[in-house]
């Protein structure tokens, strides 16, 4: 396996991904980082044919949550915002004012839904490589994707109902 070519090819979406869990550059480029030394360190153990993409974002989801473990012995966490209304989740991801509100309201829906939209939405990971990551099927990656979308559109519309006029 040639790193210089799967660190090209993988380092913007692993990137995108680990800013979606993280919301911090450093540190997600830390998670990247730590995720290709993972790699690197344990090339023998990869699988024949392993989708190598999947594998890379379940290192990095791994990561993550280690050091969200961590971290919750130092510190406690701060509650998220929620998002003004809007009706396709998706098209306000577009527009960079709705995105950083989105992606907050997007870390308060519980997991696997919130991994599954970020991986889908940001990502542009296939579903098939989202149900290989959670080792599932590929409908229930579409149905967990829908339902997080679902989720979202209603916690917008609430806080769309709660804003004064």
């Not at 791994?62 to 098209?91: C, F, K, M, W």
Request: glycine share 4%.
């Amino acid at each position: 396996m040639n790193f210089d070519v799967l660190y090209t090819a993988c380092f913007h979406k692993l990137y995108r991904f680990a800013m979606s869990l993280i919301r911090s550059p450093s540190e997600a480029e830390e998670i990247v980082q730590e995720t290709f030394f993972w790699a690197l360190r344990n090339a023998d153990k990869f699988p024949e044919n392993v989708n190598i993409d999947a594998w890379l974002f379940r290192v990095a989801r791994n990561i993550h949550i280690s050091r969200l473990r961590r971290r919750q012995h130092e510190a406690d966490g701060s509650s998220l915002e929620a998002v003004p209304s809007g009706d396709d989740v998706e098209t306000r991801l577009a527009d960079k004012d709705q995105a950083q509100l989105i992606l907050t309201a997007l870390h308060t829906l519980p997991e696997p839904y919130k991994e599954v939209f970020t991986l889908r939405a940001l990502g542009d990971v296939p579903y098939g490589q989202i149900a290989s990551l959670f080792g599932k099927g590929e409908s229930w990656a579409r149905v967990t994707y829908h339902r997080a979308r679902l989720m979202l559109t209603d916690m917008t519309q609430k806080e769309d109902q709660d804003e004064p006029s």
